[in-house]
């Protein structure tokens, strides 16, 4: 098989339509336009941050526009004849379509032998699962709780208490799940099979390379190209179990090894398209899958991002919740912004430009402001 070369400025393009910013924004966004994006990524990764906006509804607004959330809310929390999503752990905890949960559950399995998650909460799975099974029975009886409805004394900002990490447990190994969120976004819990509708749950397990190969096949059409630590990373799978998949992926001729200059080994998906040109404009959430990973972030654009919220902020560079700015095929700028609700305002703290950047790229940045200042229901200020 040989290798496909492609420039630096190709592998970008490739990777931008594969995460929809190579199609026109739609003059109205509705459901079937949200369906299609949460398609084409794959997932949506949740953040508790509120500064601006739960970072979950930011990646469907930078490729769509101004869309209605509640159209996202009733896929993940509403009732059940409306849900299509569920919560997991994937790029860390995620919004899923629900054809994704016969996937997961070798990592289910794994997380009920304890065998996967924090150290702190696989001992739920071995000396100490008696008191988690205690507290499932508790949600069979009871119904769905949160964490606050039956902790006993108050844990730190950080730190999560007895039964948060037994919930959290019992999350991870499938035997709960998300029935809803409050309006604090704090998750209420209940059993699977009360959430999970049962057309889902009676599918076939799929067996732990099977699901494997599936997970890094959709982590290379979200991505267009990428590199091997790439594809692992999407859903965050382990070094041996990923390069046994994309092996498999590569003899299969779904993955075409390429290469790039100033790239590692990377692999191309069979379908993915080179555009000419992509005429983009959107600000990216710092959990979007176009720069979650910053290494590839570099490669592709040139542009070192980090996300400050966790630096002092006296050593900060570019602000607190700083979103990159795409222009055209370009990361030009990075926005510092904050959703004043109290207020009604949208605050653009900074404006951070990358050198060269052009006047229509300002312009840009004009209008791209006003349409989240509009989606959000905000007057804009400075």
Excluded at 195 to 208: A, C, Q, R, W
Aim: glycine fraction near 6%; include cysteine; aromatic fraction near 10%.
């Amino acid at each position: 098989m040989g290798i496909v070369r492609l420039t630096p400025s190709e592998a970008r393009r490739v990777a931008l339509a594969a995460q929809g910013f190579h199609a026109a924004r739609p003059a109205t966004a509705g459901p079937r336009h949200l369906a299609a994006t949460i398609d084409r990524l794959g997932l949506h990764q949740i953040d508790s941050v509120n500064v601006l906006v739960r970072a979950h509804y930011l990646p469907a607004f930078s490729r769509l526009g101004a869309y209605d959330t509640a159209l996202l809310d009733r896929r993940a929390w509403g009732p059940k004849r409306d849900r299509r999503l569920f919560e997991y752990w994937a790029h860390e905890c995620s919004l899923l379509p629900l054809s994704l949960h016969p996937l997961l559950r070798w990592r289910m399995a794994r997380a009920d032998r304890g065998e996967a998650g924090y150290r702190a909460m696989r001992t739920f799975a071995t000396e100490r699962r008696p008191e988690a099974m205690a507290l499932l029975a508790r949600l069979r009886d009871e119904g769905p709780l949160s964490a606050s409805d039956i902790q006993t004394g108050r844990a730190g900002w950080w730190a999560w208490s007895e039964p948060k990490r037994m919930l959290e447990w019992l999350f991870y190994a499938g035997h709960v799940t998300t029935a809803t969120r409050r309006r604090s976004f704090e998750r209420v819990y209940d059993l699977t099979e009360r959430v999970i509708p049962p057309d889902i749950l009676s599918l076939p397990d799929v067996p732990e390379a099977e699901a494997q190969a599936q997970l890094v096949a959709l982590s290379a059409r979200a991505l267009g190209l990428a590199t091997a630590s790439e594809l692992r990373d999407y859903f965050r799978l382990d070094a041996p179990d990923a390069a046994a998949a994309i092996a498999r992926l590569v003899e299969e001729g779904l993955l075409l090894p390429a290469e790039v200059p100033g790239w590692p080994p990377a692999y191309l998906h069979r379908d993915a398209t080179i555009p000419r040109r992509v005429s983009a404009r959107a600000l990216l959430a710092p959990f979007d899958p176009l720069v979650w990973e910053r290494a590839r972030t570099e490669r592709l654009f040139g542009f070192r991002y980090r996300i400050e919220i966790y630096t002092p902020a006296a050593q900060r560079q570019y602000g607190y919740y700083v979103l990159p700015f795409l222009f055209g095929e370009e990361l030009v700028g990075r926005v510092d912004l904050k959703a004043d609700r109290a207020g009604g305002r949208l605050i653009v703290h900074a404006v951070h430009w990358e050198p060269g950047v052009v006047e229509e790229a300002r312009e840009a940045l004009g209008v791209e402001l006003g349409v989240l200042a509009g989606w959000l229901e905000l007057a804009m200020t400075n």
